[in-house]
């Protein structure tokens, strides 16, 4: 999978990590990026082609996948963060969250892998985190719904593969993006993290850990759970 030359389409490319993906595509010689939001007047970015998507809406996903027909790299970065924990959390942020991270973008997939596979194949990025392996008190339902777009990702990796489309999960920790700009802690700098998840999906990889934490806390997987987390295992 080669930038330079490829048509790509983000999600969420109004702010952010997305915002960066289009920027540095178009640097990379992209020959057409589709930044892509739910308010379209939001993007401001020059060179790249706006268009109208909201992910969570069957509608407006497949009005963008017959326009940006000739799409070849999708990167499906569109999100959301209500602070919400799952017993005590609203219910219907917690179904937010779900509906945006896992049938948001299986609802882009979908409607994108025919685009893909009569374009060549191509390529699919999904900006997972590192919470997809951790679960953080007051934050929660995001964990959960990040838990279920790694599966998801997983999964389309095996369906998509006879098609000849690569599919990449990109996890990050921290970043400095309007998301964790109320906490007060080191963060990545969205422009490294874009760099390095471009470099990978150009170096065919299939899941790309953008910083140490990332690493660190995938190889707590096979640990005893009380090494992720210490609180409980302390007062037990």
């Known amino acids: 999978m080669k930038i330079a030359g490829s048509v790509a389409l983000v999600t969420g490319a109004n702010r952010g990590i997305g915002r960066h993906f289009v920027q540095q595509l178009l640097e990379r010689g992209a020959d057409k990026v589709y930044a892509t939001a739910r308010n379209p007047r939001l993007v401001d970015i020059p060179g790249a082609e706006v268009l109208q998507l909201d992910i969570t809406d069957p509608e407006s996903v497949a009005a963008a996948a017959a326009t940006a027909d000739d799409a070849t790299f999708l990167i499906n970065n569109a999100g959301v963060a209500t602070g919400q924990n799952l017993v005590t959390g609203d219910l219907a942020k917690i179904r937010l969250e779900m509906d945006t991270s896992y049938f948001g973008t299986l609802n882009v997939v979908r409607a994108f892998a025919p685009v893909l596979a009569a374009n060549g194949g191509g390529a699919i990025l999904n900006v997972l985190s590192a919470m997809s392996w951790l679960s953080y008190d007051g934050a929660n339902a995001y964990s959960a719904a990040k838990a279920a777009e790694w599966s998801l990702t997983n999964g389309i990796r095996l369906e998509l593969a006879d098609q000849g489309t690569m599919v990449t999960g990109l996890h990050l920790a921290s970043t400095d993006t309007d998301m964790m700009a109320a906490y007060d802690i080191d963060k990545n700098d969205p422009a490294d993290v874009v760099h390095t998840a471009l470099d990978g999906v150009e170096g065919r990889s299939i899941e790309v850990l953008a910083d140490e934490d990332s690493a660190r806390i995938k190889a707590g997987?096979?640990?005893?759970?009380?090494?992720?987390?210490?609180?409980?295992?302390?007062d037990a």
């Open 221 to 234: 997987l096979s640990a005893d759970p009380g090494m992720l987390y210490p609180q409980i295992a302390s």
